[in-house]
């Protein structure tokens, strides 16, 4: 038997609670982990308190990441013993995922835990710190370098906008952070930013050009507030998109892309390559400070991950929220 966070829904209603199941309960799959940390992302967030349709199948079990020991394995690349790492997929949407002490999943889904890392530090970091890191990556791919002025991180409280901060000054860049939550100017600026905006310059309506002011953005919130990012990014620069916050819709103009050359850069994180993958914790584990990591991260039980989950999407939660399944 093992502890799991189980969504289940009926003709009406979705509910949730943690409960105990059995270890053939769990879907199929090549091979099993005994998980020790999972995380609480926005996603999962929406999944348990069912604000939108993220499930695709009932039962399940929420969380889209993980991080554990294998416990047993017909897939190749894996032996029990083996520490790995999990992020996306569609776990936690489509397959049974890691808010729970057990999982059973393809091999091919796996990456190894770098060995810089420890379980509970990775899942700090989780799908929110491995999708800032592929928009560093981004963005050094298209040529924004630190020489070229400042960058700009959206919903820089958040759990991407946290661990981009930090990436980003740890690189070499002038970090701006902007946040709805100003009063938390000193956390932003001990993970390494220069300058806190307050979100309201970016997140109403405004001009199709407006001044130059960014070399590069990585931004999690979408609609107006990335809109007006572009609008502000300097000849040549580039834009990493990888969040809807604020909203899907984007009102923008060609604008910026067409009179400046800026570039949009959609950073997938769900079904993103293997190569990308370890790309990006490997930036992870070399250049996040252990030190930096605890102060992104907080930790909570999983009997404390439904209540948790409001809080998220109620702005309320600062960082990381690190999950630790077995208690």
Sequence with gaps: MFSALLITKDQTEQSVSVTELAEDALPAGNVGVAVEYSTLNYKDALAITGRSPIVRSFPMVPGIDL????????????????????????????????????????????????????????????????????????????????????????????????????????????????????????????????????????????????????????????????VNACAQTRYGGAVAACGLAQGMDLPATVAPFILRGVSLLGVDSVMAPLDRRRAAWDRLSRDLDPAAIEVIASEIPLSDAIATAGSLLDGAIRGRVVVDVNR
């Design 67 to 226: 991080a554990g020991v294998v416990t047993d394995s017909s897939h190749s690349a894996w032996k029990p013993g083996d520490r790995v790492v999990l992020n996306g997929w569609g776990v936690g949407e489509r397959h049974w995922g890691g808010l729970a002490q057990r999982a059973r999943l393809d091999g091919d889904w796996l990456i190894p835990l770098p060995a810089e890392l420890t379980t509970r530090q990775a899942m700090a970091l989780g799908t929110a710190g491995y999708t800032a890191s592929l928009c560093v990556e981004a963005l050094l791919a298209s040529g924004v370098r630190p020489d070229q002025g400042e960058v700009l991180v959206t919903g820089a409280t958040g759990g991407v906008g946290s661990v981009a901060v930090a990436l980003l000054a740890r690189a070499g860049y002038t970090v701006a952070a902007s946040t709805g939550t100003t009063a938390e100017a000193e956390y932003l600026q001990g993970l390494g930013a220069t300058s806190v905006l307050d979100r309201a310059e970016l997140s109403g309506p405004g001009k199709p050009l407006q001044k130059e002011r960014w070399a590069g953005v990585v931004d999690s919130v979408g609609s107006h507030t990335l």
